[in-house]
């Protein structure tokens, strides 16, 4: 992502990730910043519907990765810790942890989801359109567990999406270009922000639920996880909760 990309604002939209794709599927690949200040179709992971009241940032950074598809997979933790980075500029960042693979959150409640796609572009290159929802002025009711938002984190009271922008963006180019070059580093940095870590959680639902110690996560960003027989698993994708041992009884964040 370059430092001079511009940004685009539309007063409403159905989803920044959905105008990204629309324009990648049409050969333009930014780099571009696509805002909005109110979604109709908001969306996270796993195409769960993501809560967009107007006064929060929705965003996405679309843009061409010559590294392919390999290299795109780095940006869920560059975004984590760009917004990390943009939010020490109006509260106490050290409030903030990541939660593997791509939420930040405050006291387990969450404050901002990023959604990373990708797609083929030209030769081994691709698109990649890293969508990012902050909660900057609301917590909103169905983000589908406890969230809070930067005002209630104490921001001072003039915050706006535009503002918190204005800060994500050379932050974001900074943590994009460290994924690219030195992506081993930008791991540690993020490890060092955690939820969880050394922690034992849980992986997944239901009947394919692993639980085990998060210990960390491998050279490519995947979870590794120890389970009770000593082994260690690699975990590429799933939902991870905290498990607490309380009166002798698991309760899962």
């Given amino acids: 992502m370059r430092p001079d990309a511009p940004v685009l604002w539309f007063d409403e939209i159905d989803s920044t990730n959905e105008e990204a794709r629309r324009r990648a599927q049409a050969d333009d690949f930014g780099p571009v910043w696509i ?39 780095r940006y869920p933790f560059a975004a984590g810790l760009a917004i990390l980075d943009a939010a020490s500029e109006f509260i106490d960042s050290g409030q903030l942890q990541v939660k593997w693979p791509n939420d930040v959150r405050a006291s387990r409640q969450k404050i901002s989801g990023i959604l990373v796609e990708a797609g083929a572009a030209s030769g081994k290159a691709c698109w990649v359109a890293c969508g990012m929802g902050v909660n900057v002025r609301f917590a909103p009711d169905g983000a589908g567990q406890a969230a809070t938002s930067l005002l209630d984190l104490g921001a001072p009271q003039i915050i706006t999406a535009e503002m918190f922008l204005d800060a994500l963006r050379p932050a974001f180019v900074k943590r994009c270009a460290q994924a690219s070059s030195d992506f081993a580093s930008l791991l540690t940095d993020w ?3 955690a939820e969880g870590l050394g922690e034992e959680v849980t992986v997944g639902k239901g009947a394919d639920a692993q639980i085990g110690i998060f210990k960390g996560v491998g050279p490519d960003g995947a979870l590794l996880l120890a389970s009770g027989d000593g082994t260690t698993h690699t975990i590429r994708a799933g939902d991870v909760e905290l498990v607490k041992e309380i009166g002798g009884h698991a309760a899962r964040d």
């Fill in 191 to 193: 490890q060092k922000y």
């Fill in 35 to 73: 805002a909005g200040r109110k979604q109709t179709a908001g969306r996270g992971r796993l195409g769960r519907q993501w809560d967009s009241p107007t006064g929060n940032l929705f965003v996405t950074a679309l843009f061409e990765e010559e590294g392919g598809l390999v290299k795109a997979t």
